[in-house]
């Protein structure tokens, strides 16, 4: 059975940072892309940033560019997460996913496997 667990969220201050990561156990998971997604209450999931095997290619939502740093170790086939200079608007539930592709996208509909979340909590 498929398994992703993710770890690191908290409550941070402003400007603050934190590492998330995602352990993903049950089978092979590195010839596929990885992701991160963020949910905040009321709004839709969206991508923040996904990582193609290799680490050569990623994307990175806007609202994240150059303050968050998506990382893969395919051989713990773990995926992290570094988050700088967080802002409140951050504040979420984040997800790990798995995609049933090679190169990465932010159309969840392409990501087949999920975690169950860690919550991220930014003050002002």
């Known amino acids: 059975q498929v398994q992703l667990v993710e770890s690191g969220g908290g409550l941070v201050q402003a400007g603050g940072s934190l590492r998330l990561s995602c352990a993903a156990s049950?089978?092979?998971?590195?010839?596929?892309?990885m992701a991160w997604f963020r949910q905040a209450p009321g709004k839709e999931r969206e991508c923040i940033t996904a990582?193609?095997?290799?680490?050569?290619?990623?994307y990175y939502a806007d609202s994240v560019k150059g303050r968050f740093t998506i990382s893969r170790d395919n051989t713990k086939n773990t995926v992290s997460l570094q988050m700088n200079s967080l802002k409140p608007e951050d504040t979420a539930v984040y997800y790990c996913?798995?995609?049933?592709?090679?190169?990465?996208?932010?159309?969840?509909?392409?990501?087949?496997?999920w975690g169950q979340g860690t919550q991220v909590t930014v003050s002002s």
């Open positions: 996913a798995i995609s049933s592709d090679v190169i990465p996208t932010s159309n969840p509909g392409r990501y087949l496997y």
């Open positions: 990582i193609r095997r290799s680490g050569a290619s990623t």
């Open positions: 049950g089978r092979t998971f590195s010839n596929y892309a």
